[in-house]
């Protein structure tokens, strides 16, 4: 059985941080590149930043780059997201991702997905 689990979602203000975390397994996660996506109210589901299987190279979306951290700690199968100087336009449901391919997990084709967990940033 495979199963990925995120945590640490919930309510915040503009400008606080939050802090992702996603659990894999049934599978190593150093066979896999991580990613994490989001779904905003009204929006599709959106690539939001992307870790190589391991850890050596990152990829992030111009509307979080420079606030958000994507890290991964194979030897506990780990997957992280640091979410510093949060908008309101980061609210939406957080999924994480495990894919074996770049072009797979860039185009949302993971192998893995977790359940989401919700974002909220409100005033």
């Known amino acids: 059985q495979v199963h990925m689990v995120e945590s640490g979602g919930g309510l915040a203000q503009p400008g606080d941080s ?3 975390s996603c659990a ?4 190593y996660f150093g066979n896999y590149y991580g ?3 989001r779904q905003s109210p ?3 589901r ?3 930043a992307i ?3 391991g850890g050596e190279t990152t990829y992030y979306a111009d509307a979080v780059k420079g ?3 994507i890290s991964k700690d194979n ?3 780990t997957l992280g997201l640091q979410m510093n100087n949060l908008k309101s336009d980061d609210t939406g449901v957080y999924y994480c991702a495990a894919a074996a391919t770049r072009v797979n997990i860039m185009k949302g084709r993971a192998d893995f997905w977790g359940q989401g967990t919700q974002v909220i940033v409100s005033s």
């Open 18 to 20: 939050l802090n992702l």
């Open 24 to 27: 894999l397994s049934g599978r």
């Open 35 to 37: 990613g994490w996506f």
């Open 42 to 44: 009204g929006k599709e």
């Open 46 to 48: 959106e690539f939001v």
């Open 51 to 53: 870790i190589t299987p």
């Open 67 to 69: 606030r958000f951290t």
């Open 75 to 77: 030897a506990e199968n």
